[in-house]
């Protein structure tokens, strides 16, 4: 087994308003493809800004912590806009790899970076981020419990509406979890967390790392000499994906019986071996769990592609103005204070 670790920064929730200042042949799934929607335009990338400078903001609040640096809430002293600032401690290279990665997105799905700041003299690295108000998508389930089918609809569109502006730019994120998608009181999901992100030379590039959080990883990534040593990384995001979704569900880790621990030998098990947990109809539409059941094959060369579940029912079929407004409703009653509940 390959030796896999946690990422150095696990459980950063950016709880990020807008500022305000400007290979194989994969089987036919059992749905019918349709012409994926058109997102939603955005500007070019463009190079990142560098007019601002540290001691232009003012430290507000920790957003997170990790071991490898800090976010904090953060204000601008002349704009008073708001931001998030992800510093990145001890000149990890990681954090160099992600601003270079945002620099290229330019996307409504995937949060923005506005700035890489000049640090201290100790190598530390800080991003500017947006600020996304609603926090991330595991605290809001770990505040309100298991999503409504209608708002987890639209958290699935936005979430692959992301991956597929990511994906067409050779962009893989191989880490997507609950925590690392970021959802605003407006009703948007953004990606976010690209430390261990990787951009591929080429299109249909397999790869071989297996750095990244072991309860969302696939069963190639986990296992990865059963499958040759490499997996393909977009059919891994879209695993991962399907673990989310099903977890923010459920209201819990979904591949192990509620209870049991996390480690490395039952997730081994569960990803490898264990079956999918069923979904009964009077639990689940049968269009969520066509959805689920078609980001979770084992063998990575019949999941679903992106593509192929913008088109499925689950998500081309819903009403999307419901389903907006019971994402607004999560977030903003997971967001408000127990006192105004």
């Given amino acids: 087994m390959a030796l896999i670790r946690q990422k150095r920064l696990p459980q950063l929730h950016l709880s990020l308003p807008v500022p305000s200042s400007t290979p194989g042949q994969r089987p036919k799934p059992a749905f019918t493809p349709a012409p994926a929607p058109t997102l939603i335009k955005a500007s070019t990338p463009t190079a990142l800004s560098s007019q601002f ?3 232009d903001f003012d430290k507000l609040a920790v957003l997170g912590r990790g071991n490898g640096g800090t976010v904090y809430k953060v204000r601008h002293r002349e704009t008073y806009a708001l931001y998030a600032l ?5 000149g990890d ?3 160099a790899a992600e601003a270079d ?17 000049p640090a201290a003299a100790s190598g530390d690295v800080a ?4 600020l996304v108000d609603g926090g991330s998508l595991d605290s809001i389930r770990s505040r309100h419990g298991a999503f409504p089918e209608a708002a987890l609809a639209e958290v699935a569109a936005h979430a692959l509406s992301g991956l597929a502006y990511l994906h067409a730019r050779r962009i893989v994120h191989l880490d997507i979890k609950p925590a690392n998608l970021l959802a605003s009181t407006a009703g948007d ?3 976010a967390d690209f430390g261990i992100a990787k951009v591929l030379s080429r299109a249909g590039e397999q ?4 750095v990244g959080t072991t309860a969302y990883m696939s069963p190639e990534r986990f296992d990865p000499e059963a499958h040759g040593g490499h997996y393909d990384p977009c059919a891994a995001d879209v695993w991962s994906l399907g673990v989310t979704i099903l977890e923010l569900f459920m209201g819990r880790y979904p591949l192990l019986p509620a209870g049991q621990q996390l480690s490395w030998a039952s997730l081994m098990c569960a990803v490898c071996f264990g079956e999918t947990p069923a979904l009964s109809d009077g639990m689940a539409s049968l269009e ?4 689920v059941a078609a980001c979770l094959h084992k063998d990575y060369r019949n999941r679903a592609s992106v593509a192929e579940l913008l088109t499925h029912p689950f998500i081309a079929g819903r009403d999307v103005a419901s389903s907006r407004c019971a994402l607004r409703k999560l977030v903003s009653q997971a967001s408000a204070p127990p006192s105004a509940l």
């Fill in 53 to 55: 400078r540290l001691a």
């Fill in 86 to 90: 992800k510093v990145q401690h001890y």
């Fill in 93 to 95: 290279p990681a954090a």
């Fill in 101 to 117: 990665i945002l620099s290229r997105t330019a996307s409504p799905f995937v949060v923005r970076c506005h700035s890489v700041l």
């Fill in 127 to 130: 991003m500017l981020l947006e």
């Fill in 189 to 191: 999901i953004k990606v």
């Fill in 207 to 210: 790869c071989t790392s297996y």
């Fill in 288 to 291: 969520l769990q066509g959805f």
